[in-house]
């Protein structure tokens, strides 16, 4: 059996995971097994993220009407890891961020863990930079926590989101509505901070969202994940722009398409609207034109990632390897932390012109990204490399994975039926060496 068998199912696995996710940063929501839910959506091309399974129902109250009970709180715990492996130097404030606006809810303890809970809330020393609301209706007081989620002491109080006494179910329902705009991040001066999405989140969920992974700083790393020329457009044409976002949330396609036309014309330097239209250009079908778009996008802001994102997608699509290693190239170049599925890509790029070490490099940093297993085509791709190097035993590992994490995948059958020549394979062999 040779490895090579296994190279001609690496680029429909990679396409299976474009069109899993949206060219987004790196949000995500819970971690695999979950039983919470969060969704973002895009307007193009491989630009739909629903992440999750299904979500129970809020913990039911009292039947009576308006019956006063006290709000069920969210519970989330987790780990805060820095990705290069070193401990942390110490505690890590645990933020939510509702529309922007930033709120500490505690902080990790000495290894890195935290527990933190909305509703029944007490206080948490709020950050000088904190706003005292959450731009969102949110209340500003928090919950008091201190690292591994117990309560701040001396305080019993109750405030915050959904505290007092209130009909449950109205109660749970809107906390969790309130969450739809947030996300929770770690907080660390000189590090940045994968974001994990709280839309969806019930009472009874899983409260284990996982890792949250943090990066050091460096010098050189000048990639945007907003545009810096987009935010000096013209007032009329950012007025189009946020029409068009509008429209495509309500997905008034037609609308958002004329609207982004209107906001390039009126500011052609407008990367995020040259982006946006070549998402809707690619959704229909007019992959030439949305080239077009991308580039222009590039153009106008080349330190701007998103455009770099959407064409390697693209360049994924047309099997084009060498411009899809070029892309991906460029995008990690500017950002290597916030998209793993630029590694995933960049590796399979790399695959498929038989440069295995740098494949392996560059799955093996996509594996490390993914701290919530949100892209399980990672696992197969790192399974393909293994056979390449004739790590035999690692590779079915690396495949075990991937159907433990993706097991009504479209190629599961096919990967089960090479799981079973690999495991056939090794068994012979090693009987052989018995002999």
Same mark, same amino acid.
């Given at each position: 059996?040779?490895? =090579? ?94 529309? %922007?606006?930033?709120?500490t809810e505690g ?28 731009? /969102? ?7 008091g926590v201190m ?24 109660? /749970? ?6 969450? /739809?705009?947030? $996300? ?38 000048? %990639? ?44 052609? $330097? ?49 099997? /084009? ?20 599925? $630029? ?63 993706a097991p009504n995948? $479209?190629?599961?059958?096919?990967? =089960? ?19």
């Amino acid at each position: 059996m040779s490895p =090579r068998e296994f190279g001609s199912v690496v680029l429909g696995v990679a396409l299976a995971a474009s069109l899993a996710f949206g060219q987004s940063k790196g949000t995500s929501g819970p971690p695999a097994g979950s039983t919470g839910s969060g969704a973002s959506t895009g307007t193009g091309l491989g630009s739909t993220n629903t992440r999750g399974t299904t979500t129970p129902s809020t913990l039911p109250g009292n039947t009576t009407p308006n019956s006063p009970t006290v709000t069920t709180p969210i519970f989330l715990s987790g780990r805060v890891v820095i990705d290069d492996g070193s401990p942390l130097p110490e505690p890590a404030a645990i933020v939510r961020v509702c529309n %922007g606006s930033p709120h500490t809810e505690g902080y990790t303890d000495p290894s890195g863990s935290f527990g933190i809970q909305f509703g029944n809330e007490t206080g948490v020393l709020q950050d000088a930079s904190e706003t005292a609301g959450y731009g /969102n209706g949110m209340p500003g007081a928090g919950p008091g926590v201190m690292a591994g989620g117990a309560p701040a002491p001396g305080n019993t109080g109750q405030s915050g989101m959904g505290g007092g006494m209130q009909n449950s179910g109205t109660s /749970n329902m809107a906390m969790t509505q309130r969450l /739809n705009n947030c $996300e929770l991040q770690a907080r660390l001066s000189g590090y940045r901070s994968q974001s994990v999405m709280l839309a969806g989140r019930q009472p009874l969920d899983n409260p284990d969202i996982g890792t949250i992974l943090l990066h050091r700083i460096a010098k050189g790393e000048e %990639g945007n994940t907003v545009s810096a020329k987009s935010l000096a457009a013209p007032k009329d044409a950012r007025k189009a722009f946020e029409k068009g976002l509008e429209s495509a949330k309500k997905s008034k396609v037609d609308d958002a398409f004329r609207d982004f036309q209107k906001a390039v014309m009126l500011y052609p $330097e407008y990367a995020t609207a040259w982006c946006e239209l070549g998402k809707i250009e690619a959704a229909r079908g007019q992959l030439d034109i949305a080239r077009g778009s991308f580039n222009e996008a590039v153009k106008s802001d080349p330190k701007y990632v998103d455009p770099y994102l959407e064409l390697s997608l693209m360049a994924l699509h047309d099997k /084009n390897w060498p411009q899809l290693a070029e892309l991906t190239g460029k995008a990690l170049e500017l950002d290597s932390f916030d998209y793993p599925q $630029e590694f995933l890509f960049d590796a399979v790029a790399h695959y498929n012109m038989h440069e295995f070490d740098k494949a392996q490099k560059s799955v093996a940093r996509a594996e490390t990204l993914d701290s919530r297993h949100e892209f399980p085509q990672i696992a197969y791709l790192k399974g393909l490399v293994q056979l390449q190097h004739k790590e035999y035993a690692a590779a079915a590992e690396s495949l075990r994975i991937y159907l433990k994490l993706a097991p009504n995948a $479209e190629d599961a059958a096919k990967v =089960r039926e090479q799981l079973t020549q690999i495991e056939k394979y090794t068994s012979q062999t090693a009987a052989a060496k018995q002999q």
